[in-house]
C-alpha cells in the first residue's frame, strides 16, 4: 500500500557530513559565442572562455554537448539548427550556450506524417525571397547516426519503414531548415509488447552519495542496458546547495507516487510507483549498477505487460507536439501521462570527482513537467483489451520549464500505468521518444522451445 501522509517539502532523512556550500566570491567559467547565430553553410563562429574577468581561451577546452572538443575553438556547419557548447577550466564546467545555425532557403513539405506503406508520399518544395527555387536545388536526408548528408533523386519521399526522417536542402552554398517526417502506422502487429520499468532517481546537487547513483545510471545506460528508462527528480537542495532543477510543483506530484515510506535520504530510487525501492549510495559504481539492473528485472517481472504505444514528438513554431496511440492488450484501468525531460544541463554536483569515468556534472532525463500535473498518472484510457486509444499533448514552450531554453535538449517518456488492486496504480509501461522523432509499437521476444 502507497504511503502518503509525508511533507515532501520538509526537510530530508540524509546522513551525511561535510558542508558543501560554495565559498562567497567565488569565479565562474563564461563561454561565450562571437554571434548567437550564423548562415548554415557560409559562416564560422570563434568562442572565447572568460574566467571570471579574466580571459581564459588558450587554457580552456570547448565541448560540443556530445562531448566533441573543439581544438580551435571555432564552429562552422552547412546543416541548419540549434547546436549547443560548453567550455571546462579548472575543473569547472560553464552554462551551456545555444548557437543558431540559420538556414537561407525554406524547405516546405505537403505533409509531416506518412504511413509507412511505400505508396504514401511526401513532396519538397524550396523557396528563395518568395520565388520557387526547387528545380535549382538539393534535398539532403541526415543520418540517425550523425553520418554525412544523403542527397536524394528528387524532392519527393516515401518509405516502408516506420521512424522520423529529418531533410534539408541547399541551392549552391545556400542552405534551409530541417523537416522531420515521421512515419507512423496505427495499428500494432501483436499485443505482446516489449516491457520497460520506469526508474525514478531523487536526486541534488548538493548530495555527495548521489554522485555515485548518478553515475551507476550512466553505467548501466552506457553499457547497453535496456530494461528500463531512467529519470531524475531533483529536490530543492542540501548542504546549504540550493539546486536550481528543483519544482516544487513537480518535485510533489511525482514524489509522492515514488516514495514509499514517511521520511527519506537522498539519493532515493523507486521503480514503477511501487514498493520496490532503493535508498542510499555506496562508493562502488559497478555494483550499484549490477543492484539496479536486479531491481528493474524484479520490477519488470511484477507485475505483466498488458499495453504498448508508438509515440510521434515534434516542434512547431514553439511548441511541442506529442501524439501517443496507446494499445491495450488486456482489459483493466489504465491512465497515461506524458513526461517532458530534458537533458545537457550542466551544474556542478557534489563529489563529482570521485566518479572521473563519469560526468555527472553533466545532468540528463531531468523530469521537467507533465502533460496532466493534478494526476500523477495521468488521464483515463478508456478503451478494452485489442483496443487502440489515440492521445495528443501540446506544449507552450513556456510551459516546459526548461533550464536551458532550448528544445534541441528535450525529450519525452510516454507512461502507462495500470491498476494493480490494493496497490493502486503501478506503472505497466514507458515509451521514449526524441525531439522530432518517432517510436514504433515493440514486441516481446517469443520464447523458444
Known amino acids: 500500500m502507497k504511503i502518503f501522509n509525508y511533507i515532501l517539502t520538509a526537510v530530508l532523512a540524509i546522513t551525511m557530513i561535510a558542508s558543501c556550500e560554495t565559498a562567497p566570491g567565488v569565479k565562474n567559467v563564461t563561454l561565450l559565442p562571437s554571434s548567437n547565430s550564423f548562415n ?26 556530445d562531448n566533441a572538443e573543439l581544438t580551435d575553438k571555432k564552429f562552422s556547419s552547412s546543416i541548419p539548427g540549434n547546436y549547443n557548447f560548453y567550455a571546462i577550466y579548472n575543473d569547472m564546467a ?183 525501492v532503493a535508498e542510499g549510495a555506496g562508493s562502488n559504481v559497478s555494483y550499484i ?37 496507446v494499445a491495450i492488450a488486456e482489459d483493466g484501468n489504465y491512465k497515461v501521462n506524458c513526461y517532458i525531460l530534458e537533458d545537457n544541463i550542466r551544474q556542478n554536483q557534489a563529489n563529482a570527482s570521485a566518479v572521473p569515468d563519469y560526468d555527472v556534472n553533466n545532468h540528463m532525463n531531468v523530469i521537467r513537467t507533465l502533460a496532466n500535473t493534478n494526476d500523477v498518472f495521468g488521464d483515463p484510457v478508456t478503451v478494452g483489451a485489442n483496443e487502440i486509444e489515440s492521445f495528443t499533448w501540446t506544449f507552450e514552450s513556456s510551459d516546459l520549464n526548461l533550464i536551458n531554453d532550448n528544445l534541441e535538449n528535450v525529450h519525452v517518456y510516454v507512461v502507462i500505468s495500470k491498476e494493480e488492486g490494493i496497490d493502486g496504480y503501478i506503472v505497466n509501461n514507458v515509451v521514449k521518444c526524441a525531439l522530432n522523432g518517432s517510436t514504433p509499437y515493440e514486441y516481446a521476444e517469443l520464447e523458444t522451445i
Open 289 to 325: 549498477a549490477s543492484q539496479l539492473s536486479q531491481k528493474t528485472d524484479t520490477a519488470n517481472e511484477a507485475y505483466e505487460c498488458t499495453s504498448g504505444a508508438s509515440v510521434i514528438c515534434s516542434e512547431s513554431n514553439g511548441k511541442l507536439n506529442v501524439s501517443a496511440n
Open 94 to 276: 560553464s552554462v551551456e550556450v545555444t548557437v543558431t545555425a540559420l538556414g537561407n532557403l525554406e524547405l516546405i513539405a505537403d505533409k509531416t506524417t506518412i504511413t509507412p506503406d511505400g505508396s504514401d508520399v511526401v513532396t519538397f518544395t524550396v523557396m528563395q525571397d518568395g520565388i520557387d527555387v526547387t528545380s535549382e536545388s538539393t534535398l539532403y536526408l541526415i543520418p540517425e547516426d550523425g553520418g554525412e548528408p544523403i542527397a536524394q533523386d528528387g524532392f519527393t519521399f516515401s518509405t516502408t519503414e516506420e521512424g522520423s526522417y529529418k531533410f534539408y536542402a541547399t541551392k549552391g552554398s545556400a542552405s534551409s531548415n530541417t523537416v522531420t517526417i515521421n512515419a507512423f502506422g496505427d495499428a500494432p502487429e501483436s499485443w505482446s509488447f516489449r516491457k520497460r520499468a520506469f526508474l525514478v532517481e531523487i536526486t541534488t546537487t548538493g548530495c555527495p552519495p548521489c554522485a555515485y547513483m548518478k553515475a551507476a545510471v550512466k553505467h548501466l545506460e552506457q553499457s547497453g542496458w535496456d530494461e528500463g528508462y531512467a529519470a531524475e527528480l531533483h529536490t530543492t537542495g542540501v548542504n546549504g546547495v540550493k539546486d536550481p532543477m528543483y519544482d516544487a510543483l513537480i518535485f510533489n506530484l511525482v514524489g509522492q507516487a515514488v516514495v514509499q515510506a514517511s521520511s527519506f535520504g537522498v539519493p532515493y530510487l523507486g521503480w514503477n510507483f511501487s514498493d520496490i
Open 40 to 65: 548554415a553553410g557560409i559562416d564560422t563562429i570563434s568562442f572565447t572562455v572568460q574566467y571570471g574577468e579574466e580571459d581564459v581561451t588558450a587554457d580552456a577546452q570547448v565541448f560540443t554537448t
